[in-house]
């Protein structure tokens, strides 16, 4: 029986001078993110949840019907906590409001979570990934030796937060050095030992949309794309 997916979406409209975040402008951000969510309503068609921590609510942008049927928005003031701890810990609250307050989330039966003001270009490659093998726990990239997850885009089973990563959130330091992708790592580490099914995406992540931390856009042509999906083809043989 196939599993029933949803997307999840964190945002940070106004980021507030948060530490280790370039991107900052107020309306860029929310330009990116409006763009960013109309892209995957036309993408997808499973549900969409979109939270966002700064209490800037993107709903009046929907339509009633589409609000009814294709995607949950939730916007809490959970970004006012010590900028010198980093974006990190404001992505972390993002997810758990979701799995708090989301009838979407709570049913779901494998969720995908991506960078809110981030198109997935290739993004059917993975849902078909997962459809393909219903085993599938955790679908993740890890780099730097283990010690890092992307945490742009990733999937897993909706017990992977309160099992794995929540217990993580009090380590959330970017000062310190302890970023998202570190704690994600970890967690992914930390259930995989318990026998979750891992799988590292089938190709090359490819990404339209900028790094908030450093404030570049990435390049999503399809060219550089392509080499750089040579070279992970190859290093990830293993897993075919």
């Known amino acids: 029986m196939a599993r029933n997916f949803v997307l999840l979406l964190t945002g940070t409209i106004d980021p507030d001078n948060m530490a280790f975040t370039k991107l900052l402008d107020k309306d860029s951000r929310r330009a990116q993110y409006l763009d960013a969510i109309r892209f995957w309503l036309e993408k997808i068609d499973f549900p969409i ?18 609000a009814e049927r294709r995607i949950g928005v939730y916007t809490f003031n959970g970004n006012e906590y010590n900028r010198e701890i980093g974006k990190g810990y404001g992505e972390m609250l993002c ?3 979701a799995f708090q307050h989301s009838p979407e989330i709570k049913n779901a039966g494998f969720i995908f979570k991506a960078t809110g003001r981030h198109k997935v270009l290739n993004f059917e490659t993975y849902r078909k990934q997962v459809a ?7 679908l993740i990239n890890f780099y730097g030796f283990l010690k890092n997850c992307d945490s742009r885009f990733f999937g897993f089973s909706p017990d992977f937060v309160p099992r794995f990563l929540s217990k993580h959130k009090g380590n959330l330091n970017d000062s310190d050095w302890v970023f998202f992708e570190n704690v994600l790592s ?10 979750y099914n891992f799988r590292p995406l089938r190709e090359y992540l490819r990404i339209d949309g900028s790094s908030g931390t450093l404030g570049i856009k990435y390049n999503s ?4 794309w392509f080499k750089n999906n040579l070279g ?5 043989k293993s897993f075919e």
Not at 49 to 66: H, Q, R, T, W, Y
Not at 221 to 224: A, D, F, N, Q
């Open 95 to 97: 997810i758990e409001h």
């Open 186 to 195: 970890s967690a992914a580490l930390e259930a995989i030992a318990q026998e």
């Open 132 to 138: 393909e093998d219903e085993e599938i726990n955790l």
């Open 49 to 66: 949840v979109f939270v966002e921590n700064s209490g800037n609510d993107l709903s009046a942008e929907f339509s009633k019907e589409i």
């Open 221 to 224: 042509g399809y060219l550089s």
């Open 232 to 236: 992970y083809k190859k290093k990830n």
